[in-house]
Every structure is written in C-alpha cells, then in structure tokens.
C-alpha cells in the first residue's frame, strides 16, 4: 500500500456522514438535523468538555455544588412515585468500588434504560445526601448497553471527549466520538496549509495531531496545543478574508479625492468666517464649542482619508455623548465643498427624521460657492428620503439627486433601493450600523458606486456608539479602519443611575421625575421590551402613558412614542417634547439610539432586566446631554442573575467600552457577531475574551501573506478559503 497524499479540508466536506460504518438512513437524517452532512462537519464538531479516565477520581472526592462528569456502572434501579405523584427513579452506580446515587424525576424511562451493568457517564451538579454523594437530573450518556452491543471498550479506558448533547436528535455524545473517531482515522493525514517554517514562528501544532488532539488526546496535556492550533485556524481564515477583501477594493477602486485642510480644525468657536472659508471652517467657527482632542483627532484620521483617491473605509467608534454627529457633518461638508453629495444613513426613520431636522437646523446658516446661482453662492440643501416620502415628494427628491439639486440625503436603506441615483455621491456615512455584516458593506460599496453618475467609489464611515471590544471589533470590522471617540466634552457630569426595586425607591424616582420637570427639565419613561411585538409594545406604552397620567404623574404633560405610529404623529411628538410642552414622554426602545434633546434629565427605565446590557447604556447615553447633573433610574427586580449582574455593572461604570467588555463575558459573542456568522466561518471554537493574544497572532500572519503576494503562493490556503465563501465572492477575492 502507497503513501495517501495528505488531504485538504475540502476533500474532507466530500465524503459524506452516510459513508462511515455504523451511519444508516437513521443516523443520517438526525446528523443532519444537527447541521452535520460530512466528515469535516464532524471533524469540527468539538468536544465541550472531557473525562479523564486514566486519573481514577474516588466519588467521594467529588466537590459538592460542582459539575462533574462521572463514568460509572449501573448496580441497581428502583421505579416509585414520591407522595406528591412524581415519578422517581433512584439508581445506584460504582466506580472503582465506589457508589453515587442517582434521583431521576419525572423520567420514568429512565428504569428502562439503565438496569444493572450498564456503562455510562452522568454529568451533573454533585449534591450531598446522607454521606453519599448524588446527582439529580443528571445529563446521561450510555455508553455500554445493557445486552453488551459494546463498542470498542478500549475507548473506555482512556480520556473520553464529552460533545454537545444531542438529545433531541437521539445521537449520543459517545455514539458522536465514534463517528469523529472513524472519521480521523479514514482522513488519515491532513494537509496542512502553514509551512513547517510558519508553524514553528507561531507555535503551532501541525494539522493532524490538532485534530487527533482534540478529538482523542492520549494526555490531557494534549487538549491546549490543539485548541490553540484549530483556534489560529478559525482566525487566520476570517482574518485573511478580510485582507483580501481589503486588497481587492483597494485595487479596484477609484474614489473621489476631497480637499481636506488641517487648519480648519483649529478654528476658534464663535469666529465669524471670512471670504472664502471652507464649509467644515464655517461649521466648527459656528459652535459655541471648541472640538475635543479626540474629535480633533479623528477628524484628522478622516480627512487624510478623505483626501486620498484610496475610498474610505472607516469606522468611527465613540460613546453615547462623545461627539459623534459633529464629526459626520464635518466629515459630509468636506464632499459637499467639493461639489459633491454625501448620503447619512440611519437605522430607522425615526432616526432618519430626526437626523434630518438637526441637519438642516446645523447648516442653515452655512453657504456653499455655486457659480450657477445668483450671488455666486447658496445654502446647503438637506433632504430626507425614508420609505414614507412618496409620490411627487419623492420623485422631485429623485430627480434633484440625479441633477445635483441636493447636497445631503438624510435617510434609511431605502436610500439603497435601485430608483436612487446621484449625480456624484461623495460620501456616504452609516450611523449605528454594527448590525451590518461585511457583505452588506460590500454590498453598499458596490451600490455607491453603481448609483453615482460619475462613477467614483464614495468614501464611508460608519459610526457606532456601542462600543465593541477590541477582539469583537477585530473580527466584525476587520476590513475597516478605525477611529475612536475616546474622550467625553468637558463639562459633562456622570449621570447618576440607581436601580429603584423597593417600592419606596420606585416612589422616589417618580419624585425626581417632578422635580426636575418643576425645574424645567424633562424626563424619559422607558416601557419594557415585549419580545418579537412591535405591536404588543406599543399598546404596553399606551396602556403605561394613561397609567402615568393618571397616577405617579398626574398633572404633568405626558406624551408618547412607540414604533406604531406615524412619522407625522412621531415628528410632531418630538418637537413637543423639544419645546417642553411634552415634559414626559412615555417611549418603547424606538428612542435607543441617537435621539437628542439636551434638556431630558432623567431616564426612567421600566423592567430594566429586560433589556440588554448595550441597550441600557445607549438608552442611559439620551440624558446627560448637557452639563445638567442627569439621573437614570432602573426599575424592577431582575428574576436571574445574569440580569442582576447587567444592571449592577450599568449602575457601577459609565464607560461604555467597559461595560461592552462586560456585556461580551455575559453574554459570548455569539449575539455580537450576529449578522455577519455564516454557515462554517463561524468562530466555532475561538473565544474572544480569552483568545485576544491568537486573534493578534492570525492577524499579523493574515496581513503578511496577503500583502505579500495575495496568497499566490499559498495555493492551499485559498483553497480552504473557498470553503467558506460563496461564488461570486471567491471570483472577486481570488482572480490572479
Ligand atoms: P453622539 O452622537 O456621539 O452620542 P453627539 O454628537 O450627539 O454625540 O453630541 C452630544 C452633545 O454634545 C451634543 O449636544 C453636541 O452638540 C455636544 N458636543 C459635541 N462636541 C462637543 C464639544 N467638543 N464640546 C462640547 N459639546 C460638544
Ligand atoms: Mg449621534
């Protein structure tokens, strides 16, 4: 018999579940319901956690109150119901001469299942009864049954990897080792794409022993160079996607090369402008306000971009309050004093709306040279364009885009639909987009282009005021260049946040609320979140707004807003509550993000527990606008600890990169990474609070081989990395 020529990943992905021994119809089908088709499914699924047979814990050595995996035999069982009518099933096991009792309630079948000399493993918290330790309820994997249909006992004796349990899919976490045991000993070698001189500069394992490494380690000292091996790969493959993409707009592209002059960030504030001055010089000389370094900063950072013919492709991260629509407008005015447009996102119409009347109200007193115009100069010309502007509103709008009629268009993705088109889009700014994946970015790249006549690549920022940690925002926008917002303006005082549970703090926080409206402030009330009901929430805000009125807030002007209603009724309820002839204003999370009144000093948040940690800070982030001493109340109990410990932490910090650190070990990346976690280019076993030093390692290395040579010389990679892109992507990312 021959050598076997190592194999790739791909050749992995074709040798299908059905082919391995033990696999029939059955077995294929409840694979399948797991996601898992083929060999590499397999090969990637990854034990959660192991046993260690070859080190004999004694039973009684188990720490009560802990988790533990126990490999024992069943001795005996015995089926009753307790007085209140339960079914129990107590069953005793040993290993190495030791018992532990099992309680099973409510699992009748369990008598069934585990008669005398059966072999399986319990996972479950150890408890105390009596001296003997027990487990109630515990997960059970069988592993020797009881007609002795034994499978390769050799597998016992060792360290066995524990999977994910499948119950419902009746594959068990044994049955699954078998099938990724045979897997790996039919792939035989594996090719591994990282040259021996790689592997060694970054203290990798090599393909195959990671694999067998994690899947059958002969020593638990094993288990670590394997994970840091597949947990590189899970990196290296993201990270040198989004250098090629990177690599690829960059040499495609042709963008627009704005005027950007560094002096105009130093004007002074309140300076009147002279002849001549630049848009951004005329808009910063207007404020009352001088920028922070960080703006100032960032500022810079943009407007090198904005310059160069390279398109920008910028994140801007900063805090609520940090200053962001100063930087976008600056950032929009460098397109518009060039002639040409520059288009703001928003993530709703709401948003939109309001974006779009601050806009207006930012550059009403600015003018911009127009040689076609009487006088040699004119005013800027903001228009809103959300799904509501309709009929001849939207086609006057549309045709004023073409022929250069408007210079900012305010509105949401229906500024993507086909019908808008621009004369020369310039820029395009993105506001609270980290919901966005990569491939929408790509996507509006395309369309940027696509719908400018003059068919340049406009340049992009996007703005999010949820901050992301580090590793997160390595991974989520790792094609981007980043820019941060890292300081506060001067002034501003910590908003004071207290979570309000006895009824007597409760009371005390509808007090403030009069209080600070009898000063002439106004306040917030935030109706709970109700799951998947746009609808449900807003009648809950109805039902809240009349409670209010008629009780803790009787005599006050109490208002409302919720996603139901009309853009009309929401434009006009926002100006009300502007002006402070709405004092309350009783809201569902449509206000989460971006709205603005600078006079709103307290934040009611009713059942707080509810709402994720980031929600409560951008939510917290609409008072302390100004430099009023602000108030943020949370109310209600949270039932579970993991609400507990949110509301404790947004009662503790301010600062929003903290919390998101925080908000990142709650609740994993898995809602982070959301949108842009596709099929097999998900970070399967990477952790990003605890892998942040591979994460850095994959990065260089991606950034090296693909400023090298594009992986040209690494055919094996691109290979693999077609893997997980499709089609149209891999012609764009890899054409020589
Ligand atoms: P963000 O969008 O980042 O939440 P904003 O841009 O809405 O923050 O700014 C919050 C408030 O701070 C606004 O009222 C804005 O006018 C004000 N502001 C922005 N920059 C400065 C500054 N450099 N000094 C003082 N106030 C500022
Ligand atoms: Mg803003």
Same mark, same amino acid.
């Given at each position: 018999m021959g050598e076997v020529a190592p194999r790739r990943l791909r050749a992995l992905g074709e040798i299908t579940v059905s082919q391995l021994r033990h696999v029939g119809p059955k077995r294929t089908e409840a694979l399948a319901s797991l996601?898992?088709?083929?060999?590499?499914?397999?090969? +990637?699924?990854?034990?959660? #956690?192991?046993? %260690?047979? +070859?080190?004999?814990?004694? *039973? =009684?050595? *188990?720490?009560?109150?802990?988790?533990?995996?126990?490999?024992?035999?069943?001795k005996s069982?015995?089926?009753?119901? +307790? #007085?209140?009518? &339960?079914? /129990?099933?107590?069953?005793?096991?040993?290993?190495?001469?030791?018992?532990? &009792?099992?309680?099973?309630?409510n699992q009748?079948?369990?008598?069934?299942?585990?008669?005398?000399?059966?072999?399986?493993? @319990?996972?479950?918290?150890?408890? %105390? @009864?009596?001296?003997?330790?027990q487990m109630t309820n515990p997960v059970v994997d069988v592993v020797v049954g009881a007609s002795g249909e034994e499978?390769?006992?050799?597998?016992?004796?060792?360290?066995?990897?524990?999977?994910?349990?499948?119950? &419902?899919?009746?594959?068990?976490?044994?049955?699954?080792?078998?099938?990724?045991?045979?897997?790996? &000993?039919?792939?035989?070698? !594996?090719?591994?794409? *990282?040259?021996?001189?790689?592997?060694?500069?970054? =203290?990798?394992?090599?393909?195959?022993?990671? @694999?067998?490494?994690?899947?059958?380690?002969?020593?638990?000292?094993?288990?670590?160079?394997? #994970? #840091?091996?597949?947990?590189?790969?899970?990196?290296?493959?993201?990270?040198?996607?989004?250098?090629?993409?990177?690599?690829?707009?960059?040499?495609?592209?042709?963008?627009?090369?704005?005027?950007?002059?560094?002096?105009?960030?130093?004007v002074s504030p309140g300076s009147l402008r002279d002849e001549r001055s630049s848009l951004v010089r005329q808009f910063l000389g207007a404020h009352h306000f001088a920028l922070t370094t960080a703006q100032r900063r960032v500022?810079?950072?943009?407007?090198?971009?904005?310059?160069?013919?390279?398109?920008?492709?910028?994140?801007?991260?900063?805090?609520?309050?940090?200053?962001?629509?100063?930087?976008?407008?600056?950032? /929009?005015?460098?397109?518009?004093?060039?002639?040409?447009?520059?288009?703001?996102?928003?993530?709703?119409?709401?948003?939109?709306?309001?974006?779009?009347?601050?806009?207006?109200?930012?550059?009403?007193?600015l003018r911009v040279a127009d040689p076609a115009v009487l006088g040699g100069e004119r005013g800027v010309v903001v228009h809103l364009l959300t799904g509501r502007v309709k009929g001849k509103e939207r086609q006057a709008i549309l045709s004023a885009l073409v022929n250069g009629g408007v210079d900012i268009v305010v509105g949401t993705h229906a500024l993507l639909s086909d019908e808008v088109r621009f004369k020369s889009l310039g820029v395009v700014v993105i506001d609270e987009q980290h919901r966005f994946g990569v491939e929408q970015r790509a996507q509006l790249r395309d369309k940027g282009r696509?719908? =400018?006549?003059?068919?340049?690549?406009?340049? !992009?920022?996007?703005?999010?005021?949820?901050p992301i940690p580090r590793t997160a925002a390595m991974v989520v926008f790792g094609d981007l260049d980043r820019s941060v917002l890292d300081e506060m303006p001067a002034g501003r005082r910590a908003i004071e946040t207290s979570w309000a549970q006895s009824p007597l703090d409760v009371g005390g926080a509808w007090q403030r609320v009069r209080d600070e409206v009898a000063a002439g402030r106004r306040a917030y009330v935030i109706c709970a979140l109700v799951e998947d009901s746009e609808r449900i929430e807003a009648t809950s805000a109805v039902a809240e707004r009349t409670r209010l009125a008629t009780h803790e807030l009787r005599g006050l002007s109490v208002g409302l807003l919720h996603g139901q209603m009309k853009s009309s009724e929401k434009d006009e309820v926002m100006a009300q509550f502007r002006t402070g002839e709405i004092q309350v204003l009783v809201a569902t999370v449509v206000i989460e993000v971006?709205?603005?009144?600078?006079?709103?000093s307290v934040i009611i948040i009713e059942d707080a527990w509810r709402f994720g940690l980031a929600q409560l800070h951008q939510l917290r982030g609409r008072v302390g606008r100004s430099d009023q001493q602000s108030y943020c109340y949370l109310l209600g109990e949270a039932p579970s600890d993991d609400g507990r410990q949110?509301?404790?932490?947004?009662?503790?910090?301010?600062?929003?990169?903290?919390?998101?650190?925080?908000?990142?070990?709650?609740?994993?990346?898995? +809602?982070?990474?959301?949108?842009?976690?596709?099929?097999?280019?998900?970070?399967?076993?990477?952790?990003?609070?605890?892998?942040?030093?591979?994460?850095?390692?994959?990065?260089?290395?991606? *950034?090296?081989?693909?400023?090298?040579?594009?992986?040209? =010389?690494?055919?094996?990679?691109? %290979?693999?990395l077609r893997l997980f892109v499709d089609e149209e992507e891999a012609k764009f990312l890899f054409r020589s």
């Open positions: 996601g898992i088709e083929n060999v590499l499914d397999l090969v +990637t699924l990854y034990p959660r #956690r192991y046993i %260690d047979r +070859t080190r004999r814990v004694d *039973l =009684s050595d *188990l720490m009560v109150g802990e988790e533990a995996a126990v490999f024992a035999e069943v069982s015995t089926s009753r119901r +307790t #007085r209140q009518g &339960k079914s /129990l099933v107590d069953v005793s096991v040993v290993d190495n001469g030791e018992t532990m &009792k099992i309680a099973f309630f009748p079948w369990r008598g069934a299942q585990l008669v005398a000399g059966v072999q399986a493993i @319990f996972f479950g918290k150890v408890s %105390d @009864f009596r001296g003997v330790r499978r390769d006992a050799s597998r016992v004796g060792g360290i066995v990897a524990l999977y994910p349990a499948s119950g &419902k899919a009746g594959v068990t976490s044994w049955e699954m080792g078998g099938f990724i045991e045979e897997s790996l &000993k039919r792939a035989g070698p !594996l090719l591994d794409p *990282l040259e021996e001189r790689l592997r060694r500069d970054f =203290s990798l394992v090599d393909r195959t022993a990671a @694999f067998w490494g994690i899947h059958l380690p002969r020593d638990m000292s094993d288990v670590p160079p394997a #994970r #840091r091996r597949l947990v590189f790969d899970e990196f290296l493959r993201l990270q040198l996607l989004l250098a090629l993409r990177r690599r690829r707009l960059e040499e495609s592209s042709s963008g627009v090369s704005h005027t950007f002059d560094e002096r105009d960030l130093d500022l810079h950072e943009i407007g090198h971009d904005m310059a160069s013919t390279l398109p920008m492709h910028r994140l801007l991260q900063g805090d609520v309050g940090s200053g962001k629509t100063v930087v976008a407008l600056s950032t /929009l005015l460098m397109a518009i004093d060039g002639g040409r447009q520059g288009a703001f996102m928003a993530p709703t119409e709401v948003l939109a709306e309001q974006h779009a009347a601050a806009l207006r109200a930012d550059v009403a007193a696509a719908h =400018s006549i003059e068919v340049l690549d406009p340049d !992009l920022l996007v703005m999010t005021a949820t971006g709205v603005d009144v600078a006079q709103a949110r509301l404790q932490a947004l009662v503790d910090s301010h600062d929003g990169f903290a919390l998101a650190e925080i908000d990142l070990g709650l609740r994993g990346e898995g +809602t982070l990474l959301g949108a842009r976690q596709r099929g097999r280019s998900d970070l399967r076993l990477a952790d990003l609070r605890r892998d942040e030093e591979i994460l850095n390692q994959a990065r260089t290395l991606a *950034l090296q081989l693909v400023a090298r040579d594009a992986l040209v =010389s690494h055919a094996e990679l691109i %290979d693999e």
